[in-house]
């Protein structure tokens, strides 16, 4: 009988598997670049939200001073009847304030703080000249 059965050198038959460590090395690297690329995601999506609340309390104290200029000269009145827990609706647990620094000017501070999160908050002044 003719043995057909053809031998391999012994040199190659120590590489048997080799592919196999390869393949999980790769799989093993392209996993870590994919859990980063959630992180990373995670990150901007975080920073995405703080930036539409900054812009958002932002607004809220810039349309305050404008309405408190188109008010009139009497800033007092306007800010005695602004609905401080309407901001609640607006920004997570939202906080207004309002604080005269001198006789014309006048500062309105607008905060928020997430769930789990740190305090934030956004300050807006203006003068208010009386116009006859």
Known sequence: MLNT?????RRLSRQYGSVLIESLVAVVIFSM???????????MLKNSNDNRYRAEAQL???THI???MAFGGNAATYVSQVDRE???SQLPNGTLNF???TNSMITVTVGWQLPG???HQVNASSYLFNVD
């Open 117 to 119: 999160g740190r305090q």
């Open 5 to 9: 059965k053809k031998r391999m050198p």
């Open 99 to 101: 604080s005269a620094i």
């Open 33 to 43: 670049g994919v859990l980063s690329l959630v992180g990373l995601q995670s990150a």
């Open 86 to 88: 309407r901001i609640k």
């Open 60 to 62: 809220i104290a810039q």
């Open 66 to 68: 404008a309405n408190m």
